[in-house]
């Protein structure tokens, strides 16, 4: 189970005292498989505070790009998250029931039309889908079509025949934000600005993730679509909240070991998107916490990393 706490750390880094590091628990620590809840915590941070020093050696690319690319990321996530329970029963052919949220089943096949509802040829969620699998493997030229056709989707509902109105008018997740649907055309157009970017500056440069980020991609399917846990069930939302919280922190860990602004890029990004659609969408925002509250939580994170970055940078001066 040791070996558990060294995937937090990079690769070189494991291969470097990897082994050391796991003779020390084992002294530190005889007879346990899993070191005290404190080491946990301390090692967990150590493996993210490494991560982000290779991050920020790295010379292959410029840092302002990688920061888009990670908003880029954070976004298609975000259109994603609504979406997840219609893609998982859409590509498995499954009729979720009385538990598809906030909108008719269209049938066996993607063809079909559902009782009262429009004929559409594919789910919404692909688009989204396709566009964060295409960033996570540095394609940002096919991320780019995805998400122009997601303006074109929102633009056109419920007018428009290629995708119905089956599941883009479903409820999006509470998190720290409103709900938003295909229809808030802010966070598709803004993802497919980044795209743009991506696309049109050497776009060979971007960073390759591993296929191991699949399987979050997978498991969120599956808790979504396979044990039908709903985008306004109080698990989905709680659990929502501490993913956003654990983002953040993760964030602001990683900047103020570095002294590097890319991790701000896709924090703005994420504040820019959920307040807008709480400011333009009063009536949509499902109320789990204060206004204020959650203005304060979206938008508190960005000084708090520009800060951390400059003491970092101060103390790098001084030393």
């Not at 990079?10 to 070191?35: F, I, N, T, V």
Request: aromatic share 10%; with cysteine.
């Amino acid at each position: 189970m040791n070996r558990l706490l060294l995937a937090a750390y990079p690769k070189e880094h494991r291969a470097r005292q990897g082994d050391e590091l796991l003779a020390c628990l084992s002294e530190a620590y005889p007879g346990r498989s899993w070191p005290p809840a404190r080491e946990v915590a301390a090692l967990t941070r150590a493996g993210v505070q490494a991560r982000a020093r290779a991050v920020v050696d790295e010379t292959a690319r410029p840092w302002w790009l990688d920061g888009i690319h990670l908003a880029a990321l954070v976004l298609a996530a975000l259109a994603l998250v609504p979406y997840l329970q219609d893609v998982w029963h859409w590509a498995l052919r499954v009729d979720p029931g009385p538990h598809a949220i906030a909108f008719r089943f269209s049938g066996w096949y993607p063809w079909a039309q559902g009782e009262g509802g429009r004929t559409r040829l594919l789910p919404y969620g692909l688009l989204p889908l396709v566009c964060l699998l295409a960033l996570l493997r540095g394609k940002a030229w096919v991320a780019l079509p995805a998400a122009a056709t997601m303006i074109y989707a929102g633009a056109s509902f419920p007018h428009g025949t290629l995708f119905g109105d089956e599941g883009k008018a479903g409820l999006g997740y509470y998190g720290l934000g409103a709900p938003i649907t295909a229809r808030d055309l802010v966070l598709s157009a803004t993802l497919c600005a980044a795209c743009a970017v991506l696309a049109l500056y050497r776009p060979g440069r971007l960073r390759r993730r591993s296929y191991r980020w699949l399987f979050p991609l997978l498991l969120a399917l599956f808790v979504a679509g396979g044990l039908h846990v709903i985008a306004v069930s109080p698990a989905f939302q709680r659990g929502m909240f501490l993913l956003e919280i654990a983002g953040l922190l993760t964030a602001w860990a990683a900047t103020a070991a570095t002294g590097d602004h890319r991790w701000l890029i896709p924090v703005a990004a994420f504040a820019f998107v959920r307040v807008q659609a709480i400011v333009v969408q009063p009536d949509g925002f499902m109320r789990s916490l204060p206004d204020l509250v959650v203005l304060l939580l979206l938008v508190a994170p960005l000084p708090a990393l520009a800060i951390a970055a400059q003491r970092r940078q101060d103390r790098a001066l001084l030393g």
